[in-house]
């Protein structure tokens, strides 16, 4: 045992009389945590696809940025093109040395609607000229009309005659191969916008599961063609949008049910107020729906803006105690 405890105690004193008094252990300190953080613009008016990520992040060494269309990016504040109206959502990773990640992202959402637009201007008998309206620049374009005829003209001439409403599609794409798609309502005297979106709707009778039941009355503004609000009882109705700001409507489109044509609205006017109280006569109709879903536009010769708009039919197709309708849309002309 003596041996033993001799060898313990001299491998001891090796270590100690190894360690210099005056050495210092070297302490590596951690990097500061990263942070990300960008902004986002257009490099230009002209040009509303291509956009410029300034980066504004931290304490990163790699950088990494993904475009929600497959694209990435190692550049500390890249140019990006995108190929086509949408949303797309945007990632900015930022990483250390001590590989410490941070990141940030948003939903960037390019809406066609806001992208591309155009107008629609009268040229006598029938004739309308497309004029296409955006501050970006597009500079191939495929016009596709209500006949399924085509153009590829800048400013095509169609026909849409006096009191008619046409859908006109406009597929444009930018010198750099990016591309947006709206539709139109075209009428002789301008293009329609739909301005239900948004307004409240009041019926005189709803359905028998209420306002939002499966066929309640909510369906007529949903915007869906495959929903529909089904009424019993019919002995005359009215429904009554109220706008979110008083509008000038010049066209009202109404959509048939997908059931028996006889539910079908037949009879009806259109009335518009300032107040809600006092009524206006827009629009008198007597008129028939020959197929399912199907959508018909009705020109209206209005110039005043009014807040409430009240549909009030009073006879169906078949006199029929049920009425159906998809949709009952309002328009303005721009």
Known sequence: MKNIYQITLIGLLALTLGCSKNEDIAIVPEEPKPTAKFTVAPVSESDAYTLEFKNASVNGKKIRWTFGDDSVSAEFSPIHTFRSAGTYRVLLSVENGDGYKAQSEIFLKLNPDLLLNFAAVNQGAGKVKLNVSSPTVYTTFKWTFEDKTTSTEATPITTVPAGSVRLVTLEAKTAKGSTATVQRLVTDFGVAQDVTIGSTLIVSKDNNSGAFGGEGSLKLIDNNINTK??????????????????????????????????RDPQQWTLLGSEDGLTWDLLDTRDEQFTGRKMLRLFAVQNTKAYTYYRLNITKNQGNNDLLQISEWRLYKIN
Do not use: C, E, N, R
């Open 229 to 262: 609000f089904l009424m019993s009882a019919f002995k005359g109705m009215y429904a009554q949008q109220v706008l979110t700001t008083p509008q000038v409507v010049k066209v009202y489109g109404i959509t048939s049910g997908d059931d028996a044509q006889v």
